[in-house]
């Protein structure tokens, strides 16, 4: 070869590594326009694209997809808007050693750093499917694990900040699958499929067959939208930031609560009251309440279980009035002789707390479960509300607007020495102390929001009552009916609530 020619391919060389992937290597990763090890990854990710069947199987290492970094291998192309990725995914290996935390994913991610923002549809190599996001760059992965194993078919929607997990587990139309979360991309962010081992010394393999990508265009005429309510149990370990779906909707469900041995959470849906098992693997199943009916999100468990409190319309009666009948159902014993709603137990399970409203006011009760006379523990024109004891019968936990906004204070049983307990701008609502006494939770909403209103970007917080600072547990759409009544585990460490979503109703649609 002359001199002159080897130049010349030189050169040429030089330029081609400046230039765009040629057509057919476009063609080799189908739809996508690049892809990328995120983290550490090794050996190199690789995927291989069919193209007659348009199947993508991709193989990676990689240590893990969680916490504060991730490292995965990433099949990408940049977007803008509304979007959503479907497609069916599955692990073609199945025995052996794979471990079963390796996880394929359909992702919406803001950037290619390893702690970027991002949310994913992630099928476990265990079954697990969930709901994975990074709020913000460097923050905490968190998750919303299904209670259905490995769907067939899996689908990521965006629409604005809300991204809504769809899956179909048996060939049915894909359907809500109660994960759904509130979070900001910047245009242009990156969509696509990716895949982590879940060991860095291993190399696993995923695909991804009929994929589908959507550029969702606004409707020619807006869509018939319906509430879809999600409960969902969340742990309150800073580190490990995952709930699961015990149940979901197209149905306004409120107020749950657990059962003494934690095994059941009761709920109330449509002027009825519901016990489903906790981890989600199980159906409704109603609670007899007699003649009570019309029955509201204000219940709850005795200390020792037998007993249940409710807040419903009794024949005879005007409004709802504060009863108890047996934790399994049973005809009504009513307490109050006006309208009233239950919120606690004491500890002793000898008194119960209750609020009623009476001309724009709304003020905190005590009553014996034997019933009797009422004891009024706050007067005056305005609202002290959602009273909760702490679990040593000291203290009673409420919201009061008598320092000019919504914040949470605390008294004593009989009423006296208030105390407040929050200070912010937010407006914060429904105090219940944990069963060890080391947290309070409640919902906070925006400083607009002057009421208990329902369907409003909140926030669940924690304060610590040995540090007395908080933090963000979680964010959601929700507020009246998300945890109107006691929602701790009994053991401290889960807590219940429920998050509503507002998608295109879907005729027919059954609980699942």
Avoid at 345 to 359: A, E, N, V, Y
Wanted: charged letters at 15%.
């Amino acid at each position: 070869m002359s001199l002159k020619s080897f130049f010349f391919l030189g050169v040429l060389s030089v330029l081609c590594s400046c230039l765009p992937m040629s057509s057919a290597r476009a063609q080799s990763i189908g739809l996508f326009e690049g892809q990328s090890d995120i983290g550490s990854v090794n050996p190199p990710g690789t995927v291989h694209y069919d193209l007659a069947t348009g199947a993508y199987a991709l193989t990676s290492a990689g240590a893990d997809l969680w916490s504060t970094e991730d490292d995965f291998h990433f099949l990408w192309k940049k977007a803008s808007g509304d979007v959503a990725l479907s497609a069916d995914i599955d692990f073609p290996v199945k025995t052996g050693t794979h471990h079963r935390s390796r996880k394929a994913i359909l992702m919406f991610r803001q950037s290619l750093d390893a702690d970027s923002a991002y949310v994913d549809a992630a099928q476990h190599g265990s079954g697990l499917a969930a709901l994975q996001f990074r709020q913000a760059n460097g923050d905490t992965t968190q998750s919303i694990e299904l209670n259905i194993d490995m769907p067939s078919r899996v689908r990521l929607e965006k629409r604005g900040d809300i991204l809504t997990m769809y899956v179909s587990s048996h060939g049915e139309p894909l359907h809500p699958s109660g994960a759904a979360i509130k979070l900001h991309l910047d245009s242009p962010f990156y969509a696509g499929i990716g895949l982590c081992a879940h060991n860095p010394n291993a190399v696993e393999t995923a695909t991804f067959s009929h994929l589908e990508y959507e550029q969702l265009a606004p409707p020619a005429k807006p869509l018939a939208l319906a509430v879809y309510s999600t409960l969902q149990a969340i742990t309150v370990d800073p580190n490990a930031r995952h709930s699961t779906v015990v149940y979901t909707a197209q149905v306004r469900a409120q107020a749950p609560n657990w059962s003494h041995d934690g095994s059941l959470l009761l709920f109330n849906q449509g002027g009825r009251l519901y016990t489903i098992p906790a981890d989600g693997r199980g159906t409704p199943r109603p609670i007899d309440t007699g003649s009570a009916t019309d029955c509201s999100g204000s219940h709850g468990f005795s200390p020792d279980g037998k007993w249940l409190a409710i807040s419903c319309s009794i024949p005879g009666m005007a409004g709802r009035h504060l009863a108890i009948i047996p934790s399994t159902g049973g005809a009504p014993r009513v307490l109050t002789a006006d309208a009233g709603y239950f919120h606690s137990w004491s500890p002793d399970g000898k008194t119960i707390l209750f609020t009623r409203s009476s001309r724009g006011a709304n003020n905190i009760y005590a009553i014996s479960v034997d019933g009797g006379p009422e004891t009024a523990l706050t007067s005056g024109t305005g609202i002290s509300d959602d009273p909760d004891f702490s679990p040593d019968g000291e203290y009673i936990y409420f919201n009061t607007d008598r320092w000019g906004g919504m914040q949470i204070a605390r008294m004593r049983p009989d009423g006296s020495h208030v105390e407040q307990i929050t200070f912010d701008n937010l407006k914060n609502w429904t105090p219940h102390p944990s069963p060890d006494g080391k947290s309070i939770v409640f919902l906070s909403y925006n400083p607009e929001v002057t009421t208990h209103a329902s369907d409003q970007d909140i926030s669940l917080r924690i304060l610590s009552t040995a540090e007395n600072k908080i933090r963000v547990l979680t964010s959601l759409i929700g507020g009246n009916g998300s945890m109107n009544v006691p929602n701790w585990s009994p053991d401290s460490r889960r807590l219940a609530f429920v998050s509503y979503q507002f998608l295109p109703a879907e005729a027919g649609d059954t609980t699942r």
